[in-house]
């Protein structure tokens, strides 16, 4: 008998310690959790603003609410990203051993708005882009710094596994054609982006983004997909357009190619695989306009695609408004000119005539704008600037 207050101190004993490392490990917990989101804030605080932020108290999961990101000076909306909530799954161990690796995040009915400036660059979350810039930075990691100043910083190193887009819509502003700058609407828009390393940049990345267009009497559906070496700017890419509103990108393939007819209706499919290898790029691809309709102009010197309008409005009803245009872009990235070859440019030329049925007379007439215009029209679908005008002689 003498044995057992002995065993029920031990016991006491065991069940203290049990307990005393349980309340340790909720502690630990709580710390990480709120490290976890003190980490959140102050990497959201330069760009933008979310009205809750809520960490799993398991550390799985991260959830913000209401988030918007600031827009910088001259920008066409009031933010360059509003999302009704947007989900973050962190790796625990990374985040123990202080490092970011983030195995998923989502963002949830989404508005993104994308400018093109008008030398023909893409502007994409300019704030955010610059602030992972400066992370990324030499001696802007926590290693290097101490104090307030190194509690502020996130390790340099990040990677991100996967990051979706689920019910958005993404907001079209293109200063390269027009002033106020041309607007095209992308909604219902679903993507994800696929292995994310910084600041290196160096692996492929998957992208794959899929939308609706919205056009003045139609809709129609646009996809991209492929991977992109953003260090190396290597990239291999499907673009596909079905059912697109011509009116809508009329400015890229239409009015840039040298089309003074207006075009009063019509949808088009873009078919175009691209790959850019060493900064040279090499993309076939195919066009098809269906149901094509011109206003029908008394004036001789219209044209469209330089054949006369007249002659075009009549072939056009006589092929039921469908014409299809196969092309091949080859060029090198860092020539400025980025000219295409002439003997293509004689190939598109006849082409459209020999799918509308027009002499080739017709075409002759504006042959060398009509080159340079489709160029530049095509350029524009792939956001290169256009090439600068010959010097007249």
Known sequence: MAMLPRKRAWVIAAIAVVLLALLAAFGALYALQ?????????ALAPVGTAAHIEVAFDLTSIELTGVRLKPPPNWPTADTLHAARITIAPDLRALLAHRVHIRDVTVHDFTMTVVRRANGSIVLLPNLRAALAQSA???SGTSGASGAAGESMLPRE?????????????????????TPPWHVTVNRAQGSVDHV????????????????????????????????????????????????????????????????????????????????????LHAPGAVTLHNLQL???ANPVDTFLSIP????????KTHKGDITLHFVLDGNLRDPKFKLNESLMTELRAGFAQALGVSAEGVA???????????????NLLGQPAAPAPASK
């Open 197 to 280: 390393h910084l600041p290196a940049l160096a692996e492929p990345t998957n992208v794959s983004v899929t939308g609706s267009v919205v056009g003045p009497t139609h809709t129609g559906r646009v996809s991209f997909e492929g991977w992109v070496q953003i260090a190396s700017k290597d990239s291999q890419t499907h673009t596909t357009l079905r059912g697109v509103d011509i009116r809508t990108i009329d400015p890229y393939l239409l009015k840039k190619a040298g089309a003074q007819a207006d075009v009063t209706g019509g949808t088009l499919d873009l078919d175009l695989s691209a790959t850019v290898k060493g900064y040279r």
């Open 34 to 42: 709120r490290e976890a989101k003190s980490y959140v804030e102050r």
């Open 295 to 297: 206003k029908e102009s």
């Open 365 to 379: 007439k504006g042959a060398g704008q009509t080159a340079k215009g489709i160029a530049d029209a095509l350029r």
């Open 137 to 139: 930075a030499p001696g």
């Open 158 to 178: 990040k990677v991100i596994d996967h990051i979706g887009f689920e019910n958005g819509v993404f907001e079209f502003y293109d200063r390269s054609i027009s």
């Open 309 to 316: 309008t007249r002659a075009a409005v009549a072939a056009l």
